[in-house]
């Protein structure tokens, strides 16, 4: 029985003070516990939400970290430091950070290594844009950036692991994929786990789907077999909306 996970992604959204309000009005919200809560923001929060969500089932998560530990790497942020802040989880190779900061499958392995090695919990983005999707690549590009991100680790490390199925065009569109059509191709990211980890890694590992999701859509996913909850950026940013997305998941998830 996996756990399911919704995460908000704020992205480059809130100053300090917002989000210590958003918190105060989760807070204010019973937060059911068969579902995994967590809030990805950007660093400079970070430290104020880990001291905001003390006493909460809610997580606190970076949308981004470093791989190596420390040096001259002028503006990131390492693992180390973000475990010392409190933080549990990282967003490792959002689709905006391969297109606007040239991650490749590559660098992500590598911070997916230093995550793990560290002790946070990667969610580690895959998806296809448009164009490959259109023309039928959809299963191949995913298979590939699965199989290069987790590169190396051992099935135990990946059964620890949370992959996030994100097709790029879904993403603040819209354009939410159909619930069936994420089912597939998250079911066929767990069988590329299986081949490559073994079954046992395969049944625990979690996958979410990302994408315009809503309070209004969410069921849809968690209705399905291997759809392990969601990563959600835009209806993430409010806490009354945010709330209905776990409470939503939270009944699909009993039912
Ligand atoms: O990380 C979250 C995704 O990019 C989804 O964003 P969205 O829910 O605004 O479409």
């Not at 997916?112 to 490959?132: N, Q, R, S, T």
């Not at 309070?215 to 392990?228: G, L, V």
Request: aromatic residues 6%; negative net charge; proline residues 4%.
């Amino acid at each position: 029985m996996r756990t399911p996970v919704i995460a908000g992604n704020w992205k480059m959204h809130k100053t300090v003070d917002e989000a210590i309000r958003f918190v105060a009005a989760l807070r204010e919200t019973e937060l059911p516990g068969n579902v995994e809560t967590v809030i990805c923001a950007p660093f400079l929060a970070l430290p104020a939400l880990v001291g905001e969500v003390q006493g909460t089932r809610i997580g606190v998560g970076a949308q981004n970290v470093h791989e190596k530990n420390e040096g001259a790497y002028t503006g990131e942020i390492s693992v180390p430091m973000l475990r010392a802040a409190g933080v549990k989880y990282v967003i490792i190779g959002h689709s905006e950070r391969r297109t606007y900061f040239a991650e490749t499958d590559e660098t992500v392995n590598q911070k997916v290594k230093a995550a793990l090695g560290g002790g946070l919990v990667p969610i580690v983005c895959v998806g296809e844009v448009l164009e490959e999707r259109e023309s039928g690549k959809t299963k191949e590009v995913v298979q590939h950036q699965v199989k290069q991100g987790l590169n190396g680790l051992s099935p135990e490390a990946v059964a620890g692991v949370i992959i996030a199925y994100e097709p790029v065009w879904a993403i603040g569109t819209g354009k939410a994929s159909t619930a069936e059509d994420a089912e597939e191709v998250i079911s066929f990211i767990r069988k590329t786990v299986a081949d490559l980890f073994g079954q046992q890694a395969a049944g625990q590992v979690r996958i979410q789907y990302g994408g315009s999701v809503k309070p209004e859509n969410i069921s849809t996913y968690i209705a399905q077999p291997n759809i392990d909850g969601a990563l959600v950026g835009g209806a993430s940013l409010q806490p009354e909306s945010f709330s209905k997305l776990v409470q939503a998941a939270a009944a699909g998830d009993a039912s």
